[in-house]
């Protein structure tokens, strides 16, 4: 069955510290793999999509296919980067279908 | 552009009684999916649509019903609204060509059943 798991309900880091949200997947096949953001009041929009393998607003993820993982990391947190963050997969087939991880709530504090 | 609109922002029914949320895209994006969103659940697909014409049910399709008579609007319709059917409505957009599935999502409709 196709899942993706994120553990964290919540991390709270302060700010300058280093922040690794973590995402488990089970997919048989060749998913593509997403990191949507949802800042206070706004509309979901995407953060980063693995085959991109580029930088947003400082933060990175990498897939790691042996350990079926997406981890969104950043070096160094910034209070704006505040936020629910929800990892996403899509089968290369089946466009217009998100299956997503329950969401981390980011906290950043001063 | 306007992107993806919906409509209404808030929502209050009664259980029993049925309501359409809209939504709209000017984006002429193919694909078109309703979401739900609910704490500590994350997302959840309702129904999707790849075409004009052409509905799928997602993961949780019960109590809600789709059509998609052009590719601007894909209205979620509730028949009988029940407590459980309280939560934040997503609608979201994407074409295959352009960004590979990046959907785009409208703004929401917070639903509340008494």
């Known amino acids: 069955a196709q899942r993706v798991t994120q553990p964290e309900k919540l991390l709270s880091v302060f700010k300058g510290a280093p922040v690794e949200l973590k995402c488990n997947y089970s997919y048989s096949g060749s998913p593509e793999l997403f990191w949507y953001v949802q800042y206070s009041r706004q509309r979901l929009q995407l953060l980063l999509r693995h085959i991109s393998r580029e930088s947003i607003k400082g933060f990175t993820a990498d897939l790691n296919k042996g350990e079926t993982s997406f981890h969104l990391k950043k070096p160094f947190a910034q209070e704006e980067d505040s936020a629910m963050y929800y990892c996403a997969l899509s089968s290369v087939n089946q466009g217009g279908k998100l299956i997503f991880g329950q969401g981390t709530e980011l906290s950043v504090k001063p | 552009n306007a992107g993806v609109t919906q409509t209404p922002k808030f929502q209050v029914l009664k259980t029993g009684q049925s309501m359409t949320l809209q939504c709209a895209q000017d984006?002429?994006?193919?694909?078109m999916s309703w979401y739900r969103q609910d704490p500590g659940m994350g997302l959840r697909l309702i129904h999707y649509?790849?075409?004009?014409?052409?509905?799928d049910q997602g993961e949780v399709p019960n109590g809600y019903n789709v059509s998609r008579s052009t590719t601007e609007d894909f209205p979620l319709r509730l028949l009988s609204a029940a407590p459980s059917q309280t939560s934040v409505y997503f609608c979201?957009?994407?074409?295959?060509?352009?960004?590979?599935?990046?959907?785009?999502f409208g703004p929401g409709t917070r639903l509340t059943v008494t």
């Open positions: 979201a957009s994407s074409s295959p060509g352009q960004g590979r599935h990046e959907q785009y």
């Open positions: 984006m002429n994006h193919e694909y």
């Open positions: 649509s790849v075409g004009a014409g052409i509905t």
